[in-house]
């Protein structure tokens, strides 16, 4: 009987790009005519918000645009402002030929530098650089055999238990709200957002999605000159189309704001406000396959090629918080009225058997001194996600940061902060197999078998029966029936005798 060999495919999820992309910012702000004019600059902002992201013959296109704050203080004036311009941005990146019906991307970013002057009283010219992080992760197919049908071939076989990509999709859609905000309003500095892992259901072809959207309004008031918070609440209730997903699936998701706005209803005079909310949703399914690690033929010359293949194990949520505590000088003689943290996106150091996740959080400390002029006082600390060093080198860290919560105390020129750190995201946990790749028997250059019939062999607890079996051309099955073995690994130091083969 000729030796045939049989073939499946196993799944993994392969990073097919990960770069950094510098973009460049040069815009020109003008002051409307409701706008304070400026005297000095305080503090620039960055920020990306994406509005599509797509695959499209091997080629990722991302859209969207960068949001400028600009901090500044107005002449003779006690309370600080802020004015915002939208930049578009376009990003095209070339990928490698692959098969991406099945595919998700993350998008990160932080400011490089940016130089911002006034050039009047009324215009603000701002020249700098964002840098991109884009990593696109793909299912990739491997070729593997699962089993040999030959009478001389012995073949070492085990069960692969593994997660693949069962489909992804992006939902974008706007909800609206009254918001309750002082009638002393004087001016919305900055809103700042954040979300829980929504609670999701997988059904046939869809998931649904149900949290809420937690924005945070910062704001000045006419008879003050502190800057005031407003959280306002907006529920969400999505289903998002997933083609061929099942109910025994799991889902994922990355919930991001692409804009937040609010407005006065002149008659009414009542404040609403309106955000639209995307939701990158991910769908995984877990698979068994059969697959061939070794074999080996008893009769003939053989030849044989091995293959390393990493298989998505497991696939785990996180939803922590990091405290985060800095302290700082900033003198007796300043007060502080606003603390605006700029997060870094994560960054992954492998060591010898230690993975070090870490990202850069800055707080950017707004404060007025003595003589009423604003100052911004910056503070990077790295945050380590220490709980993550037991991942490997080669595990997808898929995670986001964001500020959740920030107190500080001020005493005597003496700041400490405290932070609430969110990390949202998953992690995909991989494993390396060595696999067989092919196999071919020479049949024209037997292998001569030993002329005795019985060999005694003296076994150490843990060898495998196959690689015994294979050390001496003989059949594992044979091993096991002669020395009525239960396992394929030995539990015990013991002797054993090794039936030679028999045509």
């Not at 815009?27 to 509005?51: G, Q």
């Not at 998002?240 to 692409?258: F, L, P, Q, Y």
């Not at 969110?422 to 390396?432: A, H, W, Y």
Request: charged share 20%; hydrophobic share 40%.
């Amino acid at each position: 009987m000729a030796t045939q060999l049989f073939f499946d495919h196993l799944l993994s999820t392969a990073k097919m790009a990960d770069v950094n992309s510098e973009h460049p910012v040069e815009t020109e702000i003008l002051l409307a005519d409701y706008d304070a004019p400026v005297f000095k600059i305080v503090k620039t902002t960055m920020e990306h918000l994406v509005t599509q992201k797509y695959i499209m013959q091997n080629k990722l296109a991302v859209e969207g645009f960068i949001k400028l704050s600009v901090y500044y203080q107005p002449p003779q004036a006690e309370k600080i402002s802020v004015v915002t311009q939208k930049v578009p941005f376009q990003k095209q990146l070339e990928l490698p030929a692959a098969d991406y019906d099945v595919s998700f991307v993350t998008v990160g970013g932080q400011s490089q530098y940016v130089n911002t002057r006034p050039q009047n009283s009324t215009r603000i010219d701002v020249r700098g650089a964002y840098m991109f992080t884009f990593k696109v992760f793909a299912q990739q197919k491997v070729s593997a055999v699962t089993t040999i049908a030959g009478s001389s071939v012995c073949c070492d076989s085990g069960e692969i238990s593994h997660f693949c990509l069962a489909g992804q999709n992006i939902r974008q859609f706007s909800v609206e709200n009254e918001v309750t905000l002082p009638e002393t309003l004087h001016k919305i500095l900055r809103v700042q957002t954040r979300s829980q892992p929504p609670a999701i259901a997988v059904y046939q072809d869809k998931i649904t999605a149900k949290g809420e959207i937690s924005a945070d309004i910062f704001y000045t008031v006419t008879d003050s000159e502190d800057i005031k918070k407003h959280t306002q609440v907006f529920p969400y209730n999505q289903i998002i189309d997933i083609k061929g997903i099942k109910e025994n699936h799991v889902a994922c998701t990355d919930i991001s704001v692409c804009s937040f706005s609010v407005g006065q209803n002149q008659d009414s005079k009542k404040y609403m406000a309106s955000i639209t909310i995307q939701i990158d949703a991910t769908a995984f399914s877990r698979q068994q396959v059969i697959a061939v690690n070794d074999a080996f033929s008893r009769c003939y010359e053989y030849e044989k090629q091995q293959q390393e293949m990493l298989c998505d194990t497991n696939m785990y949520h996180i939803d922590k918080n990091i405290a985060l505590q800095i302290r700082e000088n900033i003198g007796a003689d300043c007060s502080v009225r606003d603390i605006i943290f700029e997060i870094a996106p994560l960054k992954n150091y492998y060591e010898i058997n230690k993975s070090t996740v870490k990202a850069k959080v800055t707080a950017n400390i707004i404060a007025v001194n003595s003589q009423n002029e604003y100052e911004c006082f910056a503070r990077t600390e790295d945050v380590v996600l220490d709980w993550l060093e037991n991942c490997s080198q080669y595990d997808e860290i898929c995670l986001k940061l964001t500020a959740d919560n920030c107190t500080y105390t001020h005493t005597g020129g003496n700041l400490q902060i405290n932070a609430a750190i969110s990390v949202q995201g998953f992690v995909i946990e991989k494993r390396s197999f060595n696999l067989l790749r092919s196999f071919e028997e020479n049949t024209d250059k037997p292998v001569t078998n030993g002329e005795e019939a019985l060999v005694v062999y003296y076994a150490q607890k843990g060898e495998r029966v196959f690689d015994i079996a294979k050390n001496h051309n003989a059949s594992p099955a044979d091993i096991m029936e002669e020395n009525n073995l239960a396992g394929g690994v030995l539990q015990a130091n013991q002797m054993l005798f090794i039936p030679a083969f028999a045509e």
